[in-house]
């Protein structure tokens, strides 16, 4: 058997060992409700359609993986039993584990995968460099199937172990048949958590109940892998758009687990004798000021290289986050702290002289720029207004228009001209484990039409991130990923407005949450 151990997630591109919660010497008990605040309210429920983080989450409570991530960034098996690779690394085998079922009662078979695996190849960034190399992916039997490579790619466990947007959830091949340019229009999972459709209220509030036939792996639940062990009957996501209800009702028992709360709540949370205060993600959180590369005038590279000359780190930064111990100005597309830091090709400073010239240079006719505003968001909300700011000051006419999260999260997808429904502009915000490699960073994908929202375009940057993914050799991929962050640095697919570690809190009755950078409800327990 391929020894997974060795194998560190991203080809080694994370030394650093996240910290768990102390675990308590007593033994866990069955039943109770979590009561969980999430960031954003949950409209979209297919996790291939879109990369949204609220719609991964719920990913994570339905579905399983085949392979996941531990917490030492090495890949283990999940769904797999048991699997074998070829001398020359050209093809591989997998057996599925016994017992898996979904929530409908069906098996899960060899077919599910083959089908859920190429939808997603299809539609996530890492995905289609994997297919692009795939020569054949088939079901053998019921509980076996084969992919063979028609070229190199040593990413291959790394891909189906994709902890993030978008991950390589396993469904029903009835529903993985579904295009991926159509949300399904079903949930039905193998994981942890039953989804309870006819008490979904969007706005309100979702419900998940434990999963009665999910069988755990025997191993320790570690990072994303292990044993997904089930000990709460109910999960009960709250939606409550205002963080000072919020923050009363935490305080009161009233809910239990509040994710991402506002930075500026933090000194209030952690004075609270009730309540601890922890970062998810020790690695940190990277801000984005997204253009539309379809459309004037951003579909012209200077008008995004003056989106660089304007960008304010420090502006965005002290309006958005606040406090100084929380975040640090940051250019380097992999986000700094990691192998692939660099700060190539960007300005070392804003000139706004600069990006005004530019914006004439790519032929502005003062036409607005729509940019996509989500007030339920704080940090999101405060970077629109920032930037808002910013455009003002050389010469841009903009039309700031307000809505939630989950409605933006929709309206990005449309590619019609801004003036039809469209948009120009948009921030957004990704975890660590979305951006810090060229593999994964959906936003340096230059697909075109089958890109990141936005659509960036370049035949040079697909070169290189092929490229990338292809070698082992970690000095040739240190070398591609500064390649990458030079040119992106010129061709502007999107700017960093900085980088910020994001606490979220829950009360002390809470035990057995798990450090992953992912909010995940496996494991854990509440008192009663």
């Not at 579905?63 to 098996?77: E, S, W």
């Not at 997603?120 to 063979?148: M, N, P, S, Y």
Request: hydrophobic content about 40%; charged content about 20%; proline content about 7%.
């Amino acid at each position: 058997m391929h020894d997974v151990r060795r194998r560190a997630f991203l080809a080694g591109t994370a030394a650093a060992l996240i910290g768990g919660i102390p675990a308590l010497a007593q033994t866990p008990k069955r039943g109770g409700t979590l009561r969980f605040v999430p960031a954003a309210d949950l409209k979209i429920l297919d996790p291939i359609w879109t990369t949204s983080t609220i719609t991964r989450n719920h990913g994570y409570l339905v579905y399983d993986t085949l392979f996941a991530t531990d917490a030492n960034f090495q890949v283990r098996p999940q769904m797999v039993d048991r699997f074998t690779v070829s001398r020359d690394g050209m093809k591989y085998s997998f057996t599925l584990r016994d017992g898996l079922r979904f929530h409908d009662g069906q098996p899960v078979v060899a077919e599910d995968c083959v089908m859920s695996l190429t939808r997603w190849g299809k539609k996530d960034v890492l995905g289609r460099l994997l297919f692009a190399a795939t020569e054949k992916l088939q079901a053998i039997d019921k509980k076996t199937f084969v992919l063979e490579l028609g070229k190199p790619f040593g990413m291959v466990l790394e891909a189906l172990a994709k902890p993030s947007s978008s991950v390589p959830f396993i469904m029903p091949a009835r529903l993985a048949v579904t295009p991926e340019t159509e949300q399904i229009k079903e949930v039905v999972g193998s994981g942890p958590f039953r989804f309870v459709k006819d008490e979904w209220q969007p706005g309100n509030q979702v419900i998940y109940v434990r999963n009665a036939d999910y069988a755990p792996r025997a191993e320790p639940a570690s990072g994303l892998a292990g044993g997904k062990r089930v000990h709460l009957d109910r999960v009960i996501w709250r939606y409550i758009p205002d963080p000072a209800t919020v923050a009363a009702a935490l305080e009161a028992g009233e809910v239990d687990y509040w994710e991402n709360p506002p930075l500026d709540f933090m000194p209030q949370l952690s004075k609270s004798a009730n309540l601890v205060v922890f970062v998810s993600d020790p690695r940190g959180t990277q801000g984005w000021l997204r253009p539309n590369h379809l459309h004037p005038p951003f579909n012209d590279k200077k008008a995004r290289q003056a989106l660089l000359w304007m960008m304010n780190q420090e502006m965005y930064l002290k309006t958005v986050i606040g406090q100084e111990r929380y975040y640090r100005t940051c250019s380097a597309y992999f986000m700094c702290g990691t192998p692939y830091e660099s700060a190539g090709g960007v300005p070392s400073a804003p000139n706004l002289e600069r990006a005004r010239q530019l914006m004439k240079e790519a032929g502005y006719d003062g036409r607005p720029v729509v940019i996509l505003d989500p007030t339920d968001l704080p940090v999101l909300h405060g970077a629109s207004l920032v930037t808002r700011e910013l455009l003002t000051q050389i010469g841009v006419t903009v039309d700031l228009q307000a809505m939630d999260w989950s409605t933006l999260v929709a309206r990005r997808a449309k590619k019609d001209p801004p003036k039809d429904g469209g948009w120009n502009l948009l921030t957004t915000y990704f975890f660590s484990w979305d951006v810090m490699t060229p593999a994964v960073n959906s936003g340096l994908s230059g697909a075109c039409d089958k890109a990141w929202f936005g659509w960036y375009c370049s035949e040079g940057m697909e070169k290189l991130r092929n490229d990338w993914v292809r070698t082992a050799d970690p000095a040739r991929r240190k070398q591609l990923a500064e390649q990458i962050q030079l040119l992106a640095s010129d061709e502007v697919p999107y700017v960093t407005f900085g980088q910020w570690l994001q606490p979220d809190a829950y009360r002390k009755s809470v035990r057995g949450l798990i450090q992953s950078g992912i909010h995940v409800f496996w494991n854990i327990t509440v008192d009663v």
